[in-house]
């Protein structure tokens, strides 16, 4: 999952507003202030781009405690006042209007239509947190800068709840807005094409989530639904069609890039296929079928992770438990982003793209709380190290934020705070990272006090993170129509203090700083930087602002309400060039919102002539070069009252300058040592040959160093002249390997299989590729790795094959292979477990899979409540239980993609009484060999038998066994009450009667008409095996007998002593229990039967020694006091 990372640039502002711990609670809003006004904030390995075109503030439900300082009173002194000539004494107009009869309404969208319009447009919303929908809105529009509103009624007798609007950034006249029934089953748009005077209502037939307009084209629309599909307009709403039918990720849908893309109607996005991978394809809106849809890498790619920006497209792929991070420049082929080989990211952010340069923050395999900077060379793929710890810190919803601001109005200018032995400490740098430095601290504060802050041990640092209102400034506040002022909050000192808030400024770019205030602020900057708006950033009710008009060296305060106000947001009209602003707030928690221009425009009686300008050079410390070139900008002199108006423009002149060493930095593979000195790391080759050189090209043997990117310098030092030129040797393949679309390493019997061949290093072209698919297809390729055809095929019998390909040229070869499962996915699986068993008894659990896929399922089992299943390969497992009462048994089988799961509950007792039983031979033909018959089978005999003894059903369970010839278990089970230790006369009588009855052929059951079964007790033994606990003593005594009359019976027959009148046959069963019991029947006969067979007199009539019941023909040796007595008597 790739996170977010916000980045200071500009006004930058996410997309969901963030959280705060506070004294007060706060009801967020979402801001959506305009396009114009706020650059996409940088998400994850993507720019986040803004889709409302408005910016949101949230009320406060603030308390009275206020900052450090407050309760002293709403307005500090000021230690420093301008002294105003009669003629040049601010004169700022400042009105109220007041939003009534929207008290209840907890947030609000504001959008100033765009450059040089008056049109404010503000959407006000009662939004129910719990419910998670807007109860109801209203619409308000001025058409003199905010001095006046009026509420819009879009549709005469509808109550229309209006959720969102957006605003055309091609042309700010068209708006769309959003609205939704209370049932939010109806959606409706209503589209304005003169900046809200009128609005066309347009039905559609879908659920909008978010709606995108084209950057150029300005009737073309994109909308992502909330059943994660696209739709298209190409008439600003009035049609609709589906664009892709697909789940699309949300927010990672780009229209094409005007310059870079050939098309204008050229989407990108990240689609989920059908196998639930993740793809990035193009399409035309006008043919966006799966057809025609175009791939552009091979494979998946991870989700939320497709960013298009400007000339670079990025992606990432996670294989083997290990992501890479790939990058398009100016849509090319996707080529690994190369960063140094032991970097090993866990995570990557783009900060920025600007100037065919690509920073990124990455967060290294040993780091936690921070992340290295890295640059990149023109195309993106080469980076080397910039800076190393910045601090980061993690947001609510995966969000980080990374501790860097790029100061607008001058490039390759940068703000990041670096974990210096664990003290956080802000750097600076004037070269995009090549060189950073600390900020210089002033000598004195804004009491004219010594400050005793001296390099390297003090400096200035500054806070560089967002405000939680994304409709204020952050900590941080700069602009590209106000180069070289930097407005920040923080602190003096040996590190940064978390606490510590007081402002500094500099209007040289970071050369010199002055601290302004001892708290902290919002700020406004209007006319390119001319006049400086501040306003306390607290938590109590304000109506004074403060502002400057000589770049923060001395401020006014004004009064702009005459009753206090919570202040939620500051607003210019966008560009800064105007002197008119408004302010958002209300007096109370429940009172109607208030809004309040304030109008600088008549405190300046002029516009600005040339001659009220003074010139300043940009300069690093003492080091007039920048990025290879002297700067120069101008600003307006403090003496001089004017306004520099629209058309100003800050710099002045530039004039490159010779090269120094300083203008280059180390090149990748190269590490920078304390000497300045580029050495090649331990892991890079300088004399190889990069991966990308192909056969007969030329590639360059690097000096160690490389031009910074941006640096425009001329002549003087160029470290790149050790730089060798040599032609690429044809070099043998390496690094080969063949994986599957989708990695699917399992497949079923017919399906389509797309390989894929992958080689990182060596020659492709001259290179000869042997592919064996496992089933006897063989073939040769060349050139495989270029084809645009992928290999597929398609296994038609289930089985395991092996996939290799070869790679061969002249210069060597190279080997890989895959394994493919082909097997049917499966359908059921059913648990055979006894549902009785006796404690500490072993026990076999069977699972029988279909279809069966022999040596390809995998088995897990859960015996309990355990969640740590045991794996077996095959389809039993043999275990016991130690405790009375019930478990239930799972198992889960999976072969493949596919997986089944059964359970059964089984009961554990310390005794049971087991009857075996069999049935007439006719029963087998009409066994089905399924579970639910053996059930119903098991059922039918129980009740048979409770009818013919008079005993419990409950009582009684018959299990039939898996399998041919059909065979069954009867048990008897005790009684609840019963106690456990104790054999009852009841018991006794109940087994007696039971085997009377099945003895005496009295259970038959009806299959059909005219088919009937008979069931009959198989073996005596049950009897015996299950009455032999708690009789330790007579069991001897038996066992005794039993000895004598086998030694009778042994010298009887060996000496041929012959008794008249008697034939004497006994059958002694073996008294051994049982050691384990399974459902399955492996064998017809699973126990040994001791016979002794004794004739004395073939001659004598037989007669049979037995119980008296008559009937039968052995003796059955049972541990039970009446038989034993029984039989001694015979």
């Given at each position: ?886 478990i239930k048994v799972t198992v889960q089988a999976s072969c493949g993609s596919s997986m089944v799961q059964d359970s059964k509950v089984v009961k554990i007792f310390d005794q049971l009484e087991v009857l075996p039983l069999e049935f007439s031979q006719n029963i087998d ?206």
């Open positions: 999952m790739i996170m977010a990372v916000v980045v200071h640039k500009d006004s930058a502002l996410s997309p969901t507003p963030r959280t705060r711990s506070s004294l007060s609670r706060y009801l967020w809003l979402c801001i959506s202030f305009g396009l114009f006004l706020f650059p996409s904030a940088l998400a994850g390995i993507s720019v986040r781009r803004e889709r409302t075109a408005g910016t949101g503030i949230a009320r406060e439900e603030r308390g009275t405690g206020g900052t450090r300082g407050e309760r002293a009173g709403l307005a500090e002194g000021f230690r420093v006042k301008r002294s105003y000539s009669s003629q040049q004494e601010p004169a700022l107009v400042s009105t109220s209007f007041i939003l009534k009869g929207d008290a209840s309404h907890n947030q609000a969208m504001v959008h100033w239509t765009g450059e040089n319009s008056s049109v404010i447009l503000i959407l006000t919303k009662l939004f129910h947190s719990d419910m998670g929908k807007v109860l109801e809105s209203s619409l308000w529009r001025s058409s003199d800068y905010g001095t006046n509103y009026v509420k819009l009624n879009l549709q005469s007798g509808t109550n229309n709840i209006i959720t969102n609007f957006y605003i055309c950034p091609a042309n700010k006249k068209k708006i769309i807005l959003v609205s939704s029934s209370m049932n939010d089953r109806d959606q409706s748009l209503f589209v304005s094409m003169d900046e809200g005077a009128n609005f066309q209502k347009q039905q559609i037939f879908f659920s909008l989530e978010t709606l995108v307009f084209h950057p150029k084209e300005e009737d073309k629309l994109l909308v992502y639904s909330k059943e994660a599909r696209l739709y298209f307009s190409t008439d600003l709403g009035k049609k609709w069609e589906s664009l892709q039918e697909l789940r699309v990720t949300k927010e990672r849908f780009y229209w094409s890039v005007t310059g870079v893309d050939s098309d204008p109607d050229l989407v990108h996005m990240e689609i989920q296929d059908n196998s639930g991978g993740f793809l990035y394809v193009t399409c035309q809106i006008s043919n966006c079928t799966e057809k025609a849809l175009k791939a552009h890498f091979s494979g998946n790619i991870d989700q939320n992770s497709l960013l298009v920006n400007d000339d670079y497209i990025f992606i990432q792929a996670t294989s083997e438990n290990r992501t890479k991070y790939y990058v398009s420049y100016r849509r090319g082929a996707f080529v690994q982003m190369k960063l140094p080989k032991y970097a090993l990211p866990k995570d990557m952010q783009i900060i920025s793209t600007d100037e065919n340069q690509v920073f990124v923050a990455v967060k290294e395999w040993h780091q936690t709380d921070t992340y290295n900077l890295y640059l990149s060379d023109l195309k993106g793929v080469y980076f080397t190290l910039a800076l190393e710890d910045v601090r980061s810190t993690q947001q609510p919803e995966e969000n980080v934020v990374i501790d860097i601001h790029e100061v607008q109005g001058v490039k390759g200018v940068f703000l990041a705070n670096k974990k210096v032995n664990s003290k956080v400490k802000t750097y600076i740098t004037y070269n995009k990272g090549r060189d950073w430095q600390l900020l210089t601290p002033p000598s004195t504060d804004m009491n004219g006090k010594p400050t005793n802050c001296h390099l390297p041990e003090c400096s200035v640092h500054l806070h560089l993170r967002w405000a939680d209102n994304p409709y204020v400034s952050g900590t941080v506040h700069t602009k590209d129509s106000a180069p070289g002022l930097i407005m920040g909050a923080g602190n003096l000192g040996a590190q940064l203090v978390e606490y510590k808030e007081d402002m500094y400024i500099t209007s040289d770019c970071g050369k010199t700083w002055r601290q302004v205030f001892e708290e902290e602020h919002h700020i406004l900057y209007l006319d390119h930087g001319g006049v400086i708006v501040a306003i306390k950033d607290t938590s109590i009710p304000l109506k004074i602002l403060k502002f400057s008009v000589d770049e923060g060296y001395t401020w006014t305060t004004h009064n702009f309400t005459s009753t206090s106000v919570f202040v939620d947001g500051l607003l210019s009209e966008p560009g800064d060039e105007t002197l008119v602003m408004t302010i958002f707030g209300h007096i109370s928690f429940r009172s109607d919102w208030e809004l309040v221009k304030v109008d600088f425009r008549p405190s300046f009686s002029r516009q600005c002539l040339p001659a009220d300008y003074d010139s300043w050079d940009l300069m690093n410390q003492d080091e007039h070069c920048i990025m290879g070139e002297q700067r120069q900008f101008r600003k307006r002199k403090i003496s001089s009252w004017c306004i520099k108006g629209k058309n100003f423009t800050s710099a002045l002149t530039s004039k490159p300058c010779q090269c120094t060493e300083f203008d280059f930095e180390c090149d990748y593979g190269f590490e920078q040592q304390a000497n300045g000195r580029c050495v090649p790391a331990f892991w890079y080759n300088p004399d190889s040959p990069s991966e990308d050189c192909k056969f007969g090209q030329t590639y360059t043997r690097s000096s160690g160093y490389r031009k910074v990117a941006l640096n425009v310098c001329k002549g003087g030092v160029d470290k790149r002249q050790g730089s060798m030129q040599y032609r690429c040797p044809l070099m043998a393949p390496k690094g080969l390997r063949i994986i599957t679309k989708g990695e699917r390493l399992a497949v079923n019997p017919g399906d389509d299989v797309t390989f894929l061949v992958l080689q990182n290093q060596g020659d492709t072209s001259n290179t000869k590729y042997q592919v064996d698919l496992g089933d006897g297809f063989k073939a040769i390729y060349v050139n495989l790795t270029l084809m645009d055809e992928p290999i597929q095929h398609r296994y038609e019998k289930p089985g395991i094959y092996r996939v290799s390909v070869k790679a061969e040229n002249i210069a060597g070869s190279d080997e890989a292979m895959v394994y493919i499962q082909v097997n049917s996915p499966l359908q059921v699986v059913h648990l055979e477990a006894l549902p009785v068993i006796r404690r500490n008894q072993q026990v076999n659990l069977t699972a029988l899979v279909q279809p069966s896929n022999s040596n390809l399922t995998v088995f897990q089992w859960w015996l309990g409540d355990s969640l740590e299943p045991r794996l077996t390969l095959e389809n039993s497992l043999i275990t016991s239980f130690s405790e009375n009462g019930q033909s009409y066994n089905p060999n399924v579970p639910e018959w053996r059930e119903d089978i098991g059922q039918v005999i129980s009740r048979i038998l409770a009818e013919t003894t008079g005993m419990p059903e409950e009582l009684l369970l018959t299990v039939v066994r898996v399998g041919l010839p059909t065979t069954a278990e009867l048990y008897l089970l005790p009684p609840p009450e019963k106690p456990k230790r104790k054999r009852s006369v009841t018991t006794d009588k109940g087994i007696e009667s039971l085997i009377e009855a099945l003895t005496e052929n009295q259970v038959k059951i009806s299959l059909k008409p005219g088919v009937e079964v008979t069931v009959t007790l198989a073996d005596y033994r049950a009897v015996s095996q299950k009455s032999i606990g708690g009789k330790g003593v007579l069991i001897v005594v038996v066992m005794f007998v039993i000895c004598l009359l086998a030694v009778g019976v042994c010298i009887l027959h060996k000496f041929k002593r012959k008794i008249p009148g008697r034939n004497v046959y006994a059958q002694m069963h073996n008294e051994k229990e049982q050691e384990m019991t399974s459902p399955v029947n492996h064998s017809e006969d699973t126990q040994h039967i001791i016979q002794g067979e004794e004739y004395i007199d073939d001659d004598l009539d037989s007669q049979t020694l037995g119980n008296g019941r008559g009937g039968h023909s052995s003796v059955v040796l049972s541990i039970n006091s009446r038989e034993t007595h029984n039989y001694l008597s015979s």
